[in-house]
């Protein structure tokens, strides 16, 4: 893998994209140390040292790489762009013109990365609002100094203005990223974030009780989880699928055999993004009440305590559904069995049309099963054994959530560097 590593950048245009790629993710962790115009930099580090801080904008300021907490202009990371990416997804539900557009090609899908970029502007606005109106109450509860010590209207405006500017800009990095340099942009910036706040994480397990060897504990459950990641995202569901011949013109088409393959999570990190989020908005709801109601109360001991019993039962459902829901949204076993017809294809046993795409919806099923028990296990099993250990302040960093972005990212990857280096003929990083 070494020697893979060395040919990588021994290619001059592979290289010139791996050194483009990594200069960007340089410039994403640079602006997380930006504060934002109005916010005082001493008195937010001040705030992180002696005040704690919402739990429910933990997830927000992991995928950001701390820079939330850091009230930087990067402060909203790529959250915006990951939930309008989600939404716009959604609305080929809801809405039948956004199906026709993603049927299009490529110019509907153009169409629909222009409505994404737009809704994400939106949602920038809205967060950031929201972010720096609570900044000097609800962000460091107990906090003796104010992070926007001028919390007049102008200044306020300003400070949303940038913030909302960073996150255009993330999103403007990403595309580079994507069209210049190596890998998915937007999840490469993911993975910069999640793997920034490892090193932090670390070292608070170690100077926590039990040292060195809780260290080895979490480290040895963290190398367990990411076996069991790749061995499940490399695993796929081959259904073989056999092309008639067929004449166009004077050529002969078809008469190959190939196979559709269908991975065991297709929904990937999604579902437990949802379920996390549904989870936090009672928590959002309980934190602008009056504390000392009971319903508060009962919502901050079941539902805002990740290692909670109710908590970890709603979890798992939500995983389990959001599993099987955004998994029927993005395949589609009518779509798929007409295109196969279309074009003289045909699963050997199975008859074209309505049977094949009956046949796909069971196979489809049966995989989803699968991949919804191992979304829940990797989601719940670190929260239960890093609360047993009580280390709590280091859930969402090592979360089940957390590797599962890192490792999924870092294959896709290494899987496309790979590609390159086969294409010019040099022995890949999967040998």
Not at 54 to 82: H, K, R
Not at 165 to 179: C, V, Y
Not at 317 to 340: G, H, K, W
Not at 373 to 386: D, E, M, N, S
Request: charged fraction near 10%; aromatic fraction near 10%; proline fraction near 5%.
């Amino acid at each position: 893998m070494l020697s893979a590593f060395a040919q990588a950048f021994r290619t001059p245009d592979l290289r010139r994209k791996l050194l483009f790629t990594l200069g960007i993710m340089a410039i994403f962790r640079l602006g997380t140390f930006i504060p934002a115009p109005g916010v005082s930099y001493p008195n937010v580090q001040q705030c992180l040292a002696s005040a704690g801080t919402a739990d429910l904008l933990g997830m927000v300021n992991l995928f950001s790489g701390g820079a939330l907490l850091q009230l930087s202009v990067f402060a909203l990371g790529i959250m915006p762009y990951i939930t309008a990416s989600i939404i716009v997804q959604l609305m080929r539900v809801v809405i039948p013109r956004f199906e026709e557009l993603h049927k299009e090609g490529q110019a509907g899908t153009a169409k629909l990365t222009q409505y994404t970029r737009y809704l994400t502007i939106f949602l920038a606005v809205l967060q950031s609002a929201v972010i720096v109106t609570v900044a000097n109450t609800q962000l460091f509860p107990g906090c003796p100094v104010l992070p926007i010590p001028d919390d007049s209207p102008v200044n306020l405006l300003l400070t949303i203005t940038a913030m909302t500017a960073g996150t255009g800009l993330i999103m403007w990095l990403g595309e580079l990223i994507t069209e210049r340099g190596v890998g998915n942009g937007m999840s490469l910036l993911i993975f910069t974030s999640i793997a920034a706040s490892f090193p932090g994480a670390f070292g608070s397990v170690l100077q926590g009780n039990g040292g060195v060897a809780r260290l080895l504990v979490v480290i040895g459950l963290i190398l367990l989880i990411t076996l069991l990641i790749v061995y499940v995202e490399q695993s796929q569901r081959r259904v073989p699928v056999q092309y008639a011949k067929r004449m166009v013109g004077r050529r002969m088409y078809g008469g190959s055999s190939t196979y559709i393959p269908i991975k065991i999570n297709m929904a990937n990190v999604i579902p437990v993004i949802f379920a996390s989020s549904l989870l936090a908005l009672p928590t959002l709801a309980a934190q602008f009440a009056d504390q000392s109601a009971g319903w508060v109360q009962w919502i901050l001991v079941n539902v805002a305590d990740p290692a909670a019993p109710l908590y970890l039962a709603i979890f798992a459902l939500l995983i389990l559904f959001f599993t099987f829901f955004y998994t029927s949204i993005t395949f589609n076993p009518e779509e798929v069995a007409d295109n196969m017809k279309r074009y003289g294809g045909f699963i050997p046993g199975i008859r074209a049309g309505r049977p094949t795409a009956e046949y796909l919806q069971y196979v489809i099923t049966r995989i989803t099963t699968v991949g919804a028990i191992y979304l829940t296990l990797v989601a719940l099993i670190p929260t239960v054994i890093f609360a047993q250990m009580g280390i709590n302040q280091q859930m969402m960093a090592f979360g089940g959530t957390s590797v599962l972005i890192v490792v999924g990212v870092g294959l896709q990857t290494v899987k496309e560097i790979d590609s390159q280096l086969q294409q010019r003929h040099y022995e890949g990083f999967l040998r």
